[in-house]
């Protein structure tokens, strides 16, 4: 068997291959940490707008250190900058564009994703100080919930699952994965793989992944750059 | 009408032990620091403080939980750079949390300000932060009910304010403060700049006045993120 620690896309290159398939003139919220990488990597020539949960729209990148303005920050309290077209909106009416299905793509982070399109992100399970923020609206918000992960956790185990072991952050929401070995739908059938790395074997997949993994039509190979 | 207070410590003393207080702000964006500040000097203990965040390093909210004023906090996001004053009481079971989605207590606190008395939403169903909860069907899709939320106090910072209560607000500081505001038993607002009526253009008012009870100046007010990177702490 391979091992998956030794071969893998990074982060950044997970971000890269997420960002591929933003759509132009799509609005799209990416949530905090890791998907907001995916902004970095938008391909030219397509025009995205972000959202973020404090009520700022088509907002640009961070500043330079030292010229933060901390009345502009997203919601992972980083700042960030105006750009032509930048709109303000208190949280009921940023809620509102997530809930009532205007954002047409949030990308998440996620503990496990189970074959039905449930997402655990939230909470560990273990105690300590819960938090949850804007996930459990925002899986219920986007015309597609997509998540950008490593496909195993640190200790190698499974994060594609039949069923999530954690706590759901929402049921039935997630419609596609990017992970660090493969890119899936999420159809009625379970994970339907699209793309993957070609150094790996349908087997090696499986034997990392914690469901049937289904193929309809061709598997195209997975590639992102390396000097990212 | 002239809602002009004289003094931050005038707009606080409204606030008595085992209110229930509303603080604006997302993380440092928003926060009234000054006013939080003025709050603690006046000392009202056994609060419920319903803010998204839980306090950041050894200001603002954080230092009026490590002052022991607060019981309770409603809240999405406990957590920050430097949470300890709020875990550390968390884990030792001295502080109560509700922990509510984003959205959620976004919307509980609109519907508290605007009359309505619960709602049905589809975040957090069939997660544990919904049970306990009423859910119902609409178009084949299942909603949990939501209660409103009121304030007996709300404490905001605003950018600018005329006599008649009228606000407008700084970038992304204004985030919960419009709706929080509207769900406050009475209001009381810090304002970077206090204007004459009329200099505020009637279509840029963010908040009417007439969700306001107070306002005071406070100039060149501190952000929570520029104090946190020197360490700041109050008192």
């Known amino acids: 068997m391979i091992d998956v620690t030794e071969i893998k896309l990074t982060n950044t290159q997970i971000a890269w291959r997420a960002a591929q398939d933003l759509q132009d003139g799509s609005y799209v919220n990416l949530g905090i940490g890791f998907p907001e990488m995916v902004a970095a990597f938008q391909p030219d020539g397509r025009d995205v707008i972000y959202h973020t949960e404090n009520g700022v729209l088509g907002f640009g990148k961070a500043p330079p250190p030292g010229e933060e303005d901390w009345d502009l920050i997203n919601a992972g309290k980083r700042a960030v900058t105006l750009k032509p077209g930048t709109a303000f909106f208190h949280h009921a009416d940023s809620f509102a564009m997530v809930r009532g299905g205007h954002l047409d793509l949030a990308i998440l982070g996620a503990y496990q994703v189970a074959q039905n399109g449930d997402i655990a992100n939230w909470s560990t399970g273990r105690g300590g100080v819960p938090a949850v923020g804007g996930a459990m609206d925002l899986v219920h918000g986007a015309k597609t919930i997509a998540v950008v992960t490593d496909h195993v956790t640190k200790k190698g185990e499974p994060k594609l699952l039949k069923a999530c072991t954690l706590p759901l952050t929402g049921a039935g929401c997630v419609k596609r994965v990017y992970t660090s070995l493969a890119v899936l739908d999420i159809s009625e059938v379970g994970f339907v793989l699209r793309e993957k790395l070609a150094t790996i074997s349908m087997d090696d997949l499986q034997a990392v992944t914690g469901a049937e993994l289904h193929a309809e039509g061709e598997v195209i190979e997975l590639n992102a750059p390396g000097d990212l | ?235």
Not at chain 2, 85 to 114: C, S
Request: one cysteine or more.
């Open chain 2, 1 to 235: 009408m002239d809602k002009t207070l004289s003094s931050l410590s005038e707009a606080v003393a409204h606030v008595k032990d085992g209110m229930t207080v509303m603080i604006g702000g997302f993380g440092g964006s928003g926060a009234p620091i000054e006013m939080i500040h003025a709050l603690i000097d006046h000392r009202p203990k056994n609060l419920t403080v319903v803010n998204n965040n839980a306090g950041n390093g050894h200001v603002g909210i954080a230092a009026m939980i490590e002052q022991g004023m607060i019981a309770k906090m409603i809240c999405s996001f406990p957590r920050s750079a430097d949470p300890r004053a709020f875990t550390e009481l968390y884990l030792a079971g001295k502080i109560e949390l509700e922990l509510v989605p984003q959205g959620t207590l976004a919307e509980r606190i609109r519907a508290g300000g605007a009359g309505i008395p619960a709602f049905y939403t589809p975040s957090s169903v069939g997660t544990e932060l919904a049970e306990g909860k009423p859910s119902e069907e609409f178009e084949g899709k299942i909603y949990i009910r939501e209660n409103w939320l009121k304030a007996d106090v709300s404490l905001i910072k605003a950018e600018l304010g005329d006599p008649l209560g009228n606000l407008t607000y700084r970038m992304a500081a204004r985030n919960f403060s419009p709706l929080m505001a509207m769900a406050g038993q009475k209001t009381f607002v810090q304002v970077t700049k206090a204007v004459s009526a009329g200099e505020i253009n009637p279509e840029h008012v963010t908040t009417p006045g007439i969700f306001v009870d107070g306002i005071v100046e406070v100039s060149a007010p501190q952000q929570e993120e520029a104090l946190n990177r020197v360490k700041a702490a109050y008192p």
